[in-house]
Nanobody
Framework: QVQLVESGGGLVQPGGSLRLSCAAS????????MGWYRQAPGKQRELVAT???????NYADSVKGRFTISRVNTKDTVYLQMNSLKPEDTAVYYC???????????WGQGTQVTVSS
């Protein structure tokens, strides 16, 4: 059974940092790409960042220069380092993995990130 499990969310003050982790139940090379999405209350889910098996990355304009997506293949884990957090970054963050063979999207259960003073 394919599973993506997120961790690392929480409450942080504006300007602070958090690192999210997404652990896959199998090899992350089965997914291409992997990424992070977020959904704020009353809004649609939106792309935050993606990373391919080749290591190519893509970011939403709103997070460029502040967030960094990375992967550690030996741990089958993808990370999202979030710096200079703003209140508008508050959302539930979801890990996504597109199964390379079928293009089916798998999702994690989500982790809450709240940026507030």
């Amino acid at each position: 059974q394919v599973q993506l499990v997120e961790s690392g969310g929480g409450l942080v003050q504006p300007g602070g940092s958090l690192r999210l982790s997404c652990a896959a139940s199998g090899s992350i090379f089965s997914f291409n790409p992997m990424g992070w999405y977020r959904q704020a209350p009353g809004k649609q889910r939106e792309l935050v960042a993606t990373i391919t098996n080749d290591g190519n990355t893509n970011y939403a304009d709103s997070v460029k220069g502040r967030f960094t997506i990375s992967r550690v293949n030996t741990k089958d884990t993808v990370y999202l380092q979030m710096n200079s957090l703003k209140p508008e970054d508050t959302a539930v963050y979801y890990c996504n993995g597109r199964w390379a063979l079928t293009k089916y999207d798998y999702w994690g259960q989500g982790t809450q990130v709240t940026v507030s003073s």
